[in-house]
């Protein structure tokens, strides 16, 4: 039987995908929002959205900033404003997929 020999980064690559069931998807879009191989794991993966915008409805509403406001004042808000401003500094958007940042280690 031969064995195959892989380099330090299709290793990182295959433990990557091991840590997330497979899920070549998920591991390519972490790699698109330049999360490193080494860090992408379920616990910075938050779900899959229609665009960043939609993630930030989703934060503010989980977060209960949108208790008591009527459905209309929702659909006012900018949500890639939103985004910008306050979720971009710690989630990242690639591919459909929104990630938390990871510290940078020192």
């Avoid at 972490?30 to 379920?42: N, R, S």
Wanted: some cysteine.
């Amino acid at each position: 039987m031969n064995k195959i020999k892989l380099d330090d980064k299709s290793k990182e690559y295959a433990e990557a995908l091991a840590r997330n069931a497979y899920d070549v998807d998920l591991v390519w879009a972490a790699v698109e929002a330049g999360i490193p191989l080494e860090d992408i794991t379920q616990d910075i993966y938050m779900g899959m959205y229609k665009g960043a915008w939609e993630f930030a409805y989703m934060y503010a509403g989980e977060n209960g900033m949108l208790e008591g406001l009527h459905e209309t004042v929702k659909s006012c808000i900018d949500w890639y404003m939103y985004w910008d401003t306050y979720l971009a500094k710690d989630y990242v958007y690639a591919d459909s997929r929104v990630f938390k940042k990871v510290e940078e280690k020192r």
